[in-house]
């Protein structure tokens, strides 16, 4: 009698599964966890379907797109703000760059190498690669040309994971633009590089309600 209620449930699992699941928003499936609405998925995991765009929002309510979903290694990856034209400012500058709110389930994960522009030579004393040969140099004359950047003081660092991994700051004083690359690999020439700022996310199991 156990085992055919065990069987029942586990067989109603995948139907189970599909009534939380949000609509699909423009051309991303929004998987579970992920919620769009109070009606579909975990709350904890918010996100936002606007004009079929698929929006993750930081702690002070910046809007990033999000640009991939894989729900199967409990990560996504959203697009890096833009760098306004001829000055070399993140668009999200006046909030200090990406921040998540420390108590929501994402975080940011290790594959991402994120790249600051317009630093200023306080940045010198950080551990960071601003050498000649760091790789935000091979960008000038790429994604940058005509931000402003151009010859400006810039460095580079691989994002440490931690469930404490919540921001790339951006401010003035100390860098006022960044991208970020997902998964770079030794020797990738820049036009392979794949433009993003990947998060992770806690399975909703591991959270204490």
């Known amino acids: 009698m156990v085992m055919a209620i065990l069987l029942l449930l586990i067989s109603l699992m995948p139907v189970l599964t599909l009534a939380d699941t949000c609509p699909r928003c423009g051309s991303l499936d929004v998987p579970y ?5 109070g009606n579909c998925g975990n709350l904890k995991y918010r996100v936002y379907c606007n004009n079929d765009t698929l929006q993750l929002s930081s ?4 809007y990033y797109r999000i640009l991939s979903i894989s729900p199967s290694d409990n990560k996504l990856v959203i697009s890096p703000p833009l760098i306004e034209k001829n000055t070399c400012l993140s668009s999200d500058l006046s909030l200090g760059g990406f921040r998540l709110d420390e108590n929501s389930p994402f975080n940011i994960s290790s594959r991402n190498t994120v790249m600051l522009f317009n ?3 306080n940045i010198l004393l950080s551990p960071l690669n601003c050498s000649s040969n760091s790789l935000c140099r091979q960008l000038e ?4 040309e005509g931000s402003g950047c151009r010859n400006s003081l810039c460095c580079t660092f691989l994002k440490d994971a931690s469930m404490t991994s919540h921001r790339i700051r951006a401010r003035v004083g100390g860098c006022t633009a960044y991208t970020s690359v997902v998964d770079m690999q030794p020797g990738e020439s820049v036009d ?5 700022i990947e998060l992770q996310w806690l399975a909703p199991k591991s959270l204490v309600e």
């Not at 966890?33 to 609405?37: F, G, Q």
Request: negative net charge; charged residues 25%; contains cysteine.
């Open 141 to 144: 004359d790429k994604v940058v």
């Open 59 to 62: 702690a002070e309510g910046f």
């Open 192 to 196: 392979s590089w794949k433009y993003g």
């Open 33 to 37: 966890p992920l919620s769009t609405n």
């Open 119 to 121: 630093c200023s030579e």
